[in-house]
Protein backbone atom coordinates (compact mmCIF):
# COMPACT_ATOMS: atom_id res chain seq x y z
CA UNK A 1 0.00 0.00 0.00
CA UNK A 2 1.65 3.43 -0.69
CA UNK A 3 2.14 5.70 1.77
CA UNK A 4 -0.36 9.06 1.86
CA UNK A 5 0.72 12.09 1.28
CA UNK A 6 -0.27 13.63 4.77
CA UNK A 7 1.98 11.11 6.41
CA UNK A 8 4.99 11.60 4.14
CA UNK A 9 4.86 15.36 4.82
CA UNK A 10 4.56 14.75 8.27
CA UNK A 11 7.40 12.34 8.59
CA UNK A 12 9.56 14.65 6.39
CA UNK A 13 9.26 17.77 8.66
CA UNK A 14 9.54 15.92 12.05
CA UNK A 15 12.51 14.35 11.03
CA UNK A 16 13.81 17.27 9.39
CA UNK A 17 13.76 19.18 13.48
CA UNK A 18 14.66 16.34 15.46
CA UNK A 19 18.06 15.47 16.64
CA UNK A 20 16.57 11.04 16.24
CA UNK A 21 15.30 10.92 12.72
CA UNK A 22 15.23 7.26 13.44
CA UNK A 23 13.16 7.26 16.74
CA UNK A 24 10.19 9.11 14.59
CA UNK A 25 7.45 6.91 14.48
CA UNK A 26 4.06 8.05 11.86
CA UNK A 27 1.31 6.13 12.07
CA UNK A 28 -1.81 6.99 10.05
CA UNK A 29 -5.63 5.57 10.50
CA UNK A 30 -8.69 6.81 8.97
CA UNK A 31 -12.21 6.60 10.46
CA UNK A 32 -15.78 8.17 9.82
CA UNK A 33 -14.18 11.73 11.79
CA UNK A 34 -11.11 11.70 8.87
CA UNK A 35 -7.59 11.16 9.26
CA UNK A 36 -5.53 10.65 12.32
CA UNK A 37 -1.82 11.17 12.16
CA UNK A 38 -0.29 10.26 15.51
CA UNK A 39 3.83 10.97 15.99
CA UNK A 40 6.15 8.98 18.64
CA UNK A 41 9.74 10.68 19.12
CA UNK A 42 12.51 10.60 20.99
CA UNK A 43 11.78 12.16 24.66
CA UNK A 44 14.29 14.28 24.35
CA UNK A 45 12.89 15.75 20.99
CA UNK A 46 9.61 16.64 21.87
CA UNK A 47 10.83 20.05 23.20
CA UNK A 48 12.06 20.60 19.38
CA UNK A 49 8.27 19.61 18.14
CA UNK A 50 6.20 21.29 20.04
CA UNK A 51 8.83 24.85 20.04
CA UNK A 52 8.26 27.77 22.31
CA UNK A 53 4.41 27.87 23.72
CA UNK A 54 3.34 25.70 21.13
CA UNK A 55 4.25 27.75 17.97
CA UNK A 56 5.71 24.81 16.13
CA UNK A 57 3.50 22.42 16.43
CA UNK A 58 0.94 24.48 15.45
CA UNK A 59 2.61 25.48 12.63
CA UNK A 60 2.81 22.03 11.74
CA UNK A 61 -1.03 21.36 12.28
CA UNK A 62 -2.08 24.40 10.03
CA UNK A 63 0.09 23.06 6.97
CA UNK A 64 -1.14 19.28 7.58
CA UNK A 65 -4.61 20.51 7.33
CA UNK A 66 -3.73 22.19 3.82
CA UNK A 67 -2.22 19.09 2.82
CA UNK A 68 -4.94 17.67 4.16
CA UNK A 69 -7.85 20.00 2.28
CA UNK A 70 -5.77 19.39 -1.16
CA UNK A 71 -6.99 15.79 -0.54
CA UNK A 72 -10.83 16.59 0.59
CA UNK A 73 -9.70 15.37 3.93
CA UNK A 74 -9.82 16.63 7.57
CA UNK A 75 -6.37 15.27 8.88
CA UNK A 76 -5.30 15.59 12.49
CA UNK A 77 -2.31 15.57 14.69
CA UNK A 78 -1.95 13.83 17.48
CA UNK A 79 1.24 13.47 19.71
CA UNK A 80 2.14 10.76 21.84
CA UNK A 81 3.84 12.04 25.20
CA UNK A 82 6.80 10.07 25.67
CA UNK A 83 7.29 8.43 29.03
CA UNK A 84 8.41 10.78 31.54
CA UNK A 85 6.41 13.28 30.20
CA UNK A 86 5.34 16.61 31.76
CA UNK A 87 1.94 14.49 32.62
CA UNK A 88 3.60 11.86 34.20
CA UNK A 89 5.54 14.51 37.04
CA UNK A 90 2.24 16.26 37.79
CA UNK A 91 -1.06 14.30 36.90
CA UNK A 92 -3.54 16.00 38.92
CA UNK A 93 -2.25 19.42 37.95
CA UNK A 94 -4.22 20.48 35.18
CA UNK A 95 -2.44 23.67 34.88
CA UNK A 96 -1.72 25.43 30.83
CA UNK A 97 1.92 27.19 32.50
CA UNK A 98 4.37 26.30 29.47
CA UNK A 99 7.15 26.70 31.72
CA UNK A 100 8.43 23.28 30.94
CA UNK A 101 8.52 24.01 27.24
CA UNK A 102 10.75 27.27 28.10
CA UNK A 103 13.27 25.19 29.65
CA UNK A 104 14.32 23.20 25.85
CA UNK A 105 17.11 23.47 24.75
CA UNK A 106 16.77 25.23 21.44
CA UNK A 107 20.27 26.57 20.57
CA UNK A 108 20.93 24.62 17.96
CA UNK A 109 18.39 26.44 15.90
CA UNK A 110 18.10 29.98 17.76
CA UNK A 111 19.79 31.76 14.96
CA UNK A 112 18.43 30.21 12.35
CA UNK A 113 16.86 34.29 11.99
CA UNK A 114 13.19 32.21 10.96
Not at 66 to 90: D, M
Amino acid sequence: MAEHQDQVFIEFVIKAIVNHPDKVKVTRTVDERGVLITLDVEPTDIGYVIGRRGNTVRAIRTLLKVVGAKNNALVNLKINEPEGGRRHRSEDSHSTSSSSLDDVDTSAIDDLGI
